[in-house]
C-alpha cells in the first residue's frame, strides 16, 4: 500500500472519534426517546456520510414498534415491511445482503431494543461501520437512558397523583367524617331541642303558679344541659336583669347576693349582646376575683363556668337563660347554647301562654260576674214587670172591665125603653163601641198576663191561645211547632212568650200575610223561637222608618238584655222572620 494511503488511512479515525465523542453526549442529553432517537439518527448520517439512516425501535415481544428515519439525498427511507427484515436479520452478513443497507442492533440492559442502519454511501468503510457499532451502542444507552428518565417520570408522576389521590381522599374521608360528626350533632341537637321543648310544655300546663313554674322548668333544663344551677334574668323596663325565683340549685341566700346586671339594645357588651343580639355568653370564673358583673355571679354562685342564652317571646326581649356549673369534664357544648336557646324560646311563649291564661281567667271570672249581674237584673226587672203586669191586670179586669159591663147592660136597658124606628140610635152606637172597647181591653189583658202562663202545660198553652187570637183577627191559622218548657223558669217563660207575642202583632198589623208559622223549642242550653209569615216584607235597613219599628226593636232589646239574641230577616214581597235564643242557664 502506497505511504500516502496509509497515512489516510491511519488519520481516519482520529477524526471520527473526534466528531464521534461529542455526538454520541449530544443525542444522550437530547431528553426523551423521540428525541435521542431523532439525533441518533442525524448523527449517524454524519458519521457514516450516508444519504439514508433509521432507527427501528421494538416493543418486548420484538417486534417494530417506533421508526424514526432521516434522508439527504434522492435515496428514499426503507418501507416498513423492509426495516421489519432489518430488523429480524440475525448477524451483520443479512443485513449487508439487504440492499446495501447496513445496520447495527440495538442492545441494552441485556436485551434488543431495537436496531440502527444506514444506506446509500458509495463506499463504507471498516472504521466508519466500527464508528457506527461504537455509535449504536452509545445510541443504546442513551435511548434506555431516556426510557429510564420518562419511566421514573412516569413513576414519579404517579407518586405525586397518588400521593394528591392519597389526600384528597384524606380530605374527602375527614369532611366525610365532620359531616358524619355533624349530623350526629345535629340529630342530638334537635333530640335536645324536642325534649326541651317539651320540659317547657309540661312544665307549661303544671303547676298554679310562676314560681313553680320556674322551678320544674329550669330543673329539666339542667339536666338536658348537665349543669348544677339553672336560673332565668328577667329584663326590666330600665334595661336592668334580675334573677326569678325558683332557680334550679340556687336558694334564697344565692339568689339575694346575685348582683344586678345591664342590658342595653345598642351596647356592646357581652350581656346585651346576649340578651339583644342572640349570642351564646360562654363565661370561666376568674382566679384573682371578680372582673365584671357577670363574673361576681359566677363567684356568687360558686361555679367554674357558665353559658347563657336569649329568652324571649318573638320580638319581645324578655330576659335571658343561663347554666351554671358543666358536669362534663369538656365544658358546656354547642348543642346545650342550642338547647338553651330552644328553652328560652319555648319558655317565652310558655310565659305568654300563662299570662294569657291569667288575662283570660280574669276576664272570665268578671264576665261571670257581669253574668250574674245581668241575671239578678233580668229576674228583677221581670219581676218588677210581671208585678206591674199582675196589678194592672187585676185593675183592669176588677175595675174597668167591670164598670165598662155594667154600663154596656145599662145602655141595653134604656135602649129597650125607647121605641126605635129600625136604624141604630146613638145609644146602640155608644154600646157597639163599648163592646169593641171591652174586647181590646181582653186582649191587652190576655197580653199583659196570659190566664194559664204559671198553670202546668199554660205556656204552650198561652202560645196556642195567642195563636187562636190571630185567627180570629186575621182568618190565619199559624202552623206551630211547639216543644214543652213548662220546666223553665217563670221569667224565661214569660219573656219568650213576649217574643213570640210582639212577632204576631207585628204580622197582624202589617204583614198582610197567608200563612204564619211558630217554632218553639229547646236548643243550646236555652230556648230557640221563630215566627215567619209570607207576606209584604220590608227592607231591614229602613225599619227604623217604617210604622211599628218600635215592637222589632223591643224583640232584639228584650232578647240582649237576656243575654241571647233576636234576628230579624225580610225582603219586600218575600215575608219576614223572627228569630231569637234565650238562654236558660
Given at each position: 500500500m502506497p505511504s500516502g494511503a496509509a497515512g489516510q488511512v491511519e488519520s481516519f479515525p482520529w477524526e471520527l472519534i473526534e466528531t464521534f465523542l461529542p455526538s454520541t453526549a449530544e443525542a444522550a442529553g437530547a431528553g426523551d426517546v423521540a428525541g435521542v432517537a431523532n439525533r441518533a439518527v442525524d448523527i449517524a448520517l454524519e458519521l457514516t456520510g450516508a444519504t439514508v439512516a433509521f432507527i427501528a425501535l421494538v416493543d418486548e415481544a420484538g417486534n417494530r414498534d417506533q421508526v424514526y428515519s432521516r434522508t439527504t439525498g434522492s435515496d428514499a427511507a426503507p418501507a416498513h415491511d423492509e426495516i421489519d427484515r432489518l430488523v429480524a436479520a440475525t448477524g451483520a452478513d443479512d443485513v449487508e445482503a439487504m440492499n446495501a443497507f447496513r445496520g447495527q442492533p440495538l442492545h441494552a440492559a441485556g436485551r434488543r431494543i431495537g436496531m440502527i442502519g444506514v444506506a446509500g454511501a458509495v463506499d463504507f468503510s471498516a472504521a466508519r461501520l466500527h464508528a457506527l457499532a461504537a455509535f449504536a451502542d452509545q445510541v443504546a444507552a442513551a435511548i434506555e437512558i431516556a426510557g429510564l428518565r420518562r419511566r421514573r417520570q412516569e413513576t414519579v408522576d404517579a407518586l405525586i397523583n397518588l400521593r394528591f389521590d392519597r389526600d384528597r381522599s384524606e380530605k374527602l374521608r375527614l369532611l366525610t367524617e365532620e359531616r358524619a360528626q355533624s349530623a350526629i350533632r345535629l340529630a342530638r341537637a334537635h333530640e335536645l331541642a324536642v325534649e326541651a321543648l317539651l320540659a317547657v310544655s309540661v312544665h307549661a300546663r303544671a303547676g298554679t303558679d310562676m314560681p313553680e313554674f320556674y322551678t320544674g322548668l329550669t330543673a329539666g333544663v339542667a339536666a338536658l344541659v348537665g349543669a348544677e344551677r339553672v336560673l332565668f334574668w328577667q329584663l326590666d323596663k330600665n334595661s336592668s336583669l334580675t334573677a326569678v325565683p325558683g332557680a334550679k340549685g340556687v336558694d334564697a341566700a344565692m339568689l339575694a347576693a346575685l348582683p344586678s346586671l345591664r342590658a342595653l339594645p345598642e351596647a356592646e357588651d357581652a350581656v346585651s349582646q346576649a340578651v339583644h343580639g342572640d349570642l351564646v355568653l360562654r363565661s370561666i370564673r376568674s382566679d384573682d376575683g371578680p372582673r365584671s358583673d357577670f363574673d361576681r355571679v359566677l363567684h356568687a354562685l360558686d361555679m367554674g363556668d357558665g353559658i347563657s342564652a336569649s329568652w324571649r317571646a318573638g320580638d319581645q326581649r324578655l330576659g335571658m337563660i343561663s347554666a351554671y356549673g358543666s358536669l362534663r369534664p369538656d365544658g358546656f357544648s354547642v348543642e346545650d347554647a342550642w338547647v338553651l336557646h330552644m328553652a328560652g324560646l319555648a319558655a317565652g311563649l310558655a310565659l305568654q301562654l300563662k299570662q294569657a291564661e291569667a288575662d283570660l281567667n280574669r276576664t272570665i271570672e268578671r264576665l261571670e260576674n257581669v253574668d250574674e249581674a245581668r241575671k239578678l237584673l233580668l229576674r228583677n226587672m221581670s219581676s218588677a214587670v210581671e208585678k206591674a203586669r199582675k196589678r194592672l191586670a187585676h185593675e183592669l179586669h176588677d175595675d174597668a172591665l167591670q164598670k165598662l159591663t155594667a154600663a154596656e147592660l145599662q145602655l141595653k136597658r134604656v135602649n129597650g125603653s125607647l121605641d126605635g124606628n129600625g136604624e141604630m140610635t146613638p145609644i146602640e152606637e155608644a154600646g157597639h163601641l163599648l163592646v169593641q172597647v171591652e174586647e181590646?181591653?181582653?186582649?191587652?189583658?190576655?197580653?199583659?198576663?196570659?190566664?194559664?202562663?204559671?198553670?202546668?202545660?199554660?205556656?204552650?198553652?198561652?202560645?196556642?191561645?195567642?195563636?187562636?187570637?190571630?185567627?180570629?183577627?186575621?182568618?190565619?191559622?199559624?202552623?206551630?211547632?211547639?216543644?214543652?218548657?213548662?220546666?223553665?223558669?217563670?221569667?224565661?217563660?214569660?219573656?219568650?212568650?213576649?217574643?213570640?207575642?210582639?212577632?204576631?202583632?207585628?204580622?197582624?198589623?202589617?204583614?198582610?200575610?197567608?200563612?204564619?208559622?211558630?217554632?218553639?223549642?229547646?236548643?243550646?242550653?236555652?230556648?230557640?223561637?221563630?215566627?215567619?209569615?209570607?207576606?209584604?216584607?220590608?227592607?231591614?235597613?229602613?225599619?227604623?222608618?217604617?210604622?211599628?219599628?218600635?215592637?222589632?226593636?223591643a224583640l232584639k232589646e228584650r232578647a240582649l238584655l237576656a243575654g241571647g239574641w233576636c234576628v230579624i230577616k225580610s225582603q219586600p214581597g218575600a215575608g219576614t222572620s223572627v228569630e231569637f235564643w234565650i238562654p236558660t242557664a
Open positions: 181590646a181591653l181582653r186582649k191587652l189583658l190576655f197580653e199583659l198576663r196570659p190566664p194559664a202562663l204559671e198553670e202546668t202545660g199554660g205556656f204552650e198553652k198561652s202560645i196556642r191561645e195567642r195563636a187562636a187570637f190571630l185567627h180570629s183577627v186575621t182568618g190565619i191559622k199559624p202552623e206551630l211547632e211547639l216543644d214543652s218548657t213548662d220546666s223553665e223558669p217563670a221569667e224565661i217563660k214569660a219573656l219568650v212568650f213576649r217574643q213570640v207575642a210582639e212577632a204576631l202583632t207585628n204580622v197582624e198589623k202589617h204583614a198582610a200575610a197567608t200563612r204564619v208559622k211558630v217554632v218553639v223549642g229547646r236548643r243550646d242550653g236555652g230556648i230557640r223561637g221563630e215566627v215567619s209569615d209570607n207576606g209584604r216584607g220590608f227592607v231591614v235597613t229602613e225599619r227604623d222608618h217604617l210604622a211599628g219599628h218600635l215592637g222589632l226593636m
